[in-house]
């Protein structure tokens, strides 16, 4: 079966899965959503057999029907290999009655890697595919991690350029040096004085500026986004959990049919969003648990049913989910408004305009899936503290904030449902947070790399070689602009 895309703010746009991948936003500034919802074709004794590369295969071919068997598989195997530090790809650890689901094993430590590994060979697919002539700019707005993670899963590939604008205060030093010391001729790295929303706004600018498009053009370059909008994101995201619960099932911690709920920490809506695909697609997913920091916009949207980003943006330990506007959002809103683009329109004028929305009753009602809540920056320092005293294991402080919410859920509705909870980053990203919690005083006035030595010694964990890599090396990016320089320093470095 052909699986086409539609844009969540009109009924006539269709694309195919490559075209999709290749424009990332739509035309009218909507996101593209697949027609329908594929359901598993595989059932879970075949899926719990399955490798992590298999799994792929067998979940993203019924969503990116336009590529064939050999070009999917190709990318698959060019994104999940020896990068990754553990042949499990997504092992999951369970650690106090829960499953710690870790999406940090790849090249830079954050579960960004999971999509970002294999975007650039879809992308790259989808170009030849489509016969495009242009150079794709990949143009990404980060709040740390899809900076670095895009930077290397791009670095060098050919027939592309990235671009990447981070927050010059709003990102950790090991994330900021991450980026600023990539290698690779094709690469960019810009701050720029502002927060993640300011950059995601320039960002999102640039790719419906139809005067800078048209320069590009003769130029021959294109846009394309790596941002977590992009279907190429979405859907390799969907993988881990259906290879979770393949995994919990064939390792008898769930009967078959069994459900389980998820948790995830949530900044732009994509990761949790993905699960909610996946409970779409018929794995046996009771609840989905959005976890938020102090920017607990989603938190409120949930309770509420208003969505509102008027307050103070907040900066906090876990930087990667310090977003007012979470764009992938806007997928689950199309959704419960019946697959209505008119009504989604509305909504996204009135926040485009007044930095809120309301949704109807009938749409609310629609949400009960889902269950939202948050840890303040007090308590995600209490929580890495108390599950290594328990445990002995040390998780970074997203993960943290979705395992606090975790123990709130629990507390609140005494549900004892099985519980997978994303772990997206290694606490080696995010270092300096996670010490802190561990032992404030104690690691007072240590460098950011001393840490590092002090956290290998306290978990037994070995320093990951991505950490290993930016000790010494080189900065290369030293580029800090205002935002509305954005474009102006996107045409320098593309001479155009
Ligand atoms: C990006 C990121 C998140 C948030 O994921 P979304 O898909 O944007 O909701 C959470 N934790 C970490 C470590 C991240 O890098």
Redesign the pocket.
Known sequence: MNLLYKSTRSNDVEVTASQAILKGLADDGGLFVPESLPALEADMDTLAGMSYQETAYEVMRQFLTDFTEEELKDCIAKAYDEKFDTKEIAPLVKKDEAYYLELFHGKTI???DMALSILPHLLTTSSKKNQVKNEIVILTAT????GKAALAGFADVPGTKIIVFYPKNGVSPIQEKQMVTQKGANTFVVGIHGNFDDAQTGVKKMFGDKELAAQMDKAGYQFSSAN?INIGRLVPQVVYYVYAYAKMYANGEVAKGEKINVV?????????LAAYYAKNMGVPIDKLICASNDNKVLYDFFRTGTYDRNREFILTT?P??D?LI?S?LERLIYKIAGADAAKDVTLMQNLAAEGKYEITDEMKAQLKDFYGNYANEKETAEEIAEVYKKTGYIM?T?TAVASRVYRKYVAETGDQTKTVIAS??SPY?FTRSVMDALDAEKYKGMGDFELVDALSKLSGVKVPQAIEEIRTAPVLHKNVVETEDMPKIVKQFLNI
């Open positions: 954050a579960f960004k709040s740390g991690d899809t977590s995830v920490p949530t900044g732009n809506f994509g990761n949790i876990s990667s989910m977003i979470s992938n970074d997203h997206t980053a990203k």
